[in-house]
């Protein structure tokens, strides 16, 4: 690759910029600031900084790493579309800068050994009984009953919430959900880890912006690997005045 050491002060100087810009889209997707998926782009900042001054690839210091590959993927997109947006003008010159070293960093985050023992289960046994639901209209979301977060979601869920797919994954559900309607839905999800059957129910959600949108949902139990898990189908209502 070749240098440049401009860029890499740049994206040091922006740091906290592109970070509001990229928290801004993601709404309440945004990751912590303790959360493992900040410190991967706090690391992927210092790798893509180094690598622009020296004008050579680094290795990326990657060791104790635990977080999701697929939303630590998801937040990378996110950030360097936050600092082409910043860039402005520039924001080519940032973009043909950053994209070989995304790559290269996924590729080392993939093959560590801290990565692959957080990611769990292979893709296929971990998505058998939901991959399908990709394909469909509504959106769809899989919540863990204890914690409400977010395992797993369709990109008609992203598309519905304004967040690529991936970045919800191990995000808290009630972040998309107005606060009157929280009661409601630990209800819902209380029922599930008593054994209830399918249940149906209208209600809110908001979107990463907190614009409310109406819902019917229906809900249905699934224990796996230990948990049980509440697979919400989701379609849209009219807003009515």
Do not use: Y
């Not at 993939?110 to 046994?125: D, E, I, K, Q």
């Not at 559900?173 to 054994?195: C, I, K, N």
């Amino acid at each position: 690759m070749s240098g440049n050491p401009q860029i890499a002060t740049w994206l040091i100087s922006k740091r906290v910029q592109i970070e509001a810009v990229m928290n801004s889209r993601l709404g309440p997707a945004a990751p912590g600031p303790a959360a493992a998926e900040t410190e991967v782009l706090r690391r992927f900042r210092s790798f893509a900084a180094a690598s622009l001054r020296s004008g050579t690839t680094r290795e990326p210091a990657l060791d104790g790493i635990r977080a999701h590959e697929r939303r630590v993927n998801a937040l990378l997109t996110a950030w360097a579309e936050a600092a082409e947006e910043v860039a402005g003008d520039h924001a080519g010159a940032v973009k043909n800068a950053l994209a070989p070293l995304i790559t290269h960093f996924r590729a080392a985050l993939r093959n560590t050994h801290g990565n692959r023992r957080s990611s769990g289960a292979p893709r296929g046994n971990r998505r058998a009984v939901i991959s399908a639901i990709d394909r469909i209209a509504d959106a769809f979301l899989a919540l863990d009953t204890d914690n409400g977060a977010i395992v797993d979601a369709n990109p008609a869920a992203g598309a519905l919430l304004g967040v690529p797919r991936d970045a919800l994954l191990g995000v808290p559900a009630m972040g998309f959900v107005p606060r009157a309607s929280h009661e409601s839905w630990w209800t819902e999800l209380d029922s599930m880890t008593e054994g209830a059957d399918s249940r149906r129910f209208d209600s809110f959600l908001e979107d990463r912006s907190g614009l409310p949108i109406p819902v019917d949902c229906t809900m249905t139990r699934f224990a796996t690997r230990g948990r049980t898990l509440a697979l919400v189908l989701i379609r849209a209502r009219p807003l009515t005045p």
